[in-house]
């Protein structure tokens, strides 16, 4: 037996943890130190480049560890489905375009904007929806939705260690971002893709990444607005759990019963 046969042979409550643990010090320690090794390059390359290694990263852990995970990345390009993605593509950079056009940027900048906040989107979710995600997900959905979610929103404290942001504002910041997780989690789920999450979450950082370096750093060193954070943290979850309901129902009728008249009443009963 191989060594990722062994490893994978039995899932306990300590091994996830320890693989969790091995994947998150990779991550940190030498993957995100690669950013540093291209600070010559031109323009936000050096970014792309990070952020396209740390996805590598990202995919060869779940290939290792979660190869089930891998489902979710299939993109199915045959036909009419090709014109589909390549309309969400146009359209993500489309909408951005007006996300951001108060700014008075130039095209080039919004596109290069727009490709920016696309790799965060892909980074990001390939590592928190696409491992996470699924290493959590032997224990259940709403265990891998509320863990996933969870460790989501811890990861933004880095903002306060190495950036800008006040603790007051990283605090809301981290409440905000684990419901856009859970949100995130669920449109995963309901489209069995990871590709809609990463457009969202793109779309999300699409503003944030091309605002007015003051009016930014305003924003980050300033207090949470703890009504607007419970209000959108609500409507995240909200949703999400709407959308995961409507999906439980259309899955739910879909399934044959066998012809059993009080079956068939006692469902008639529930409205199914």
């Known amino acids: 037996m191989s060594l990722r046969s062994r490893i994978n042979s039995k899932r306990t409550v300590g091994r996830s943890l320890a693989i969790f643990a091995l994947v998150w010090a990779v991550q940190m320690k030498y993957i995100c130190a690669l950013h540093n090794l291209y600070d010559d390059l031109p323009g936000n390359y050096s970014v792309y480049v990070a952020r396209l290694i740390s996805m590598c990263g990202s995919l060869f852990f779940i290939w290792f560890f979660l190869p089930d995970g891998l489902k979710r990345f299939k993109i199915n390009l045959r036909g009419k489905k090709s014109g589909y993605f390549l309309g969400a593509i146009i359209g993500y950079f489309i909408v951005g375009y007006f996300q951001v056009r108060s700014y008075g940027l130039s ?11 696309l790799f965060i989107g892909l980074d990001e979710e390939f590592f928190d929806r696409g491992f996470v995600f699924a290493l959590l997900e032997y224990w259940g959905m709403e265990i891998a939705l509320f863990g996933s979610a969870v460790i989501f929103g811890m990861e933004h404290f880095s903002n306060y260690l190495y950036g800008e942001d006040s603790l007051n504002y990283v605090i809301g910041h981290m409440v905000a971002a684990a419901g856009f997780g859970y949100l995130m989690a669920a449109v995963m789920v309901v489209s069995g893709s990871i590709w809609m999450p990463v457009l969202f979450h793109a779309l999300s950082d699409y503003p944030w990444v091309l605002m007015d370096p003051a009016e ?57």
């Open 107 to 117: 095209i080039p900048t919004v596109l290069d904007g727009g490709v920016f906040a």
């Open 216 to 272: 930014n750093t305003a924003i980050v060193s300033g207090n949470t607005d703890w009504k607007m954070i419970f209000l959108g943290t609500s409507g995240y979850v909200l949703l999400a759990r709407l959308m995961l309901s409507g999906r439980d129902m259309y899955l739910l009728k879909r399934i044959k019963f066998p012809n059993s008249g009080r079956l068939n009443s006692a469902l008639r009963y529930l409205g199914l």
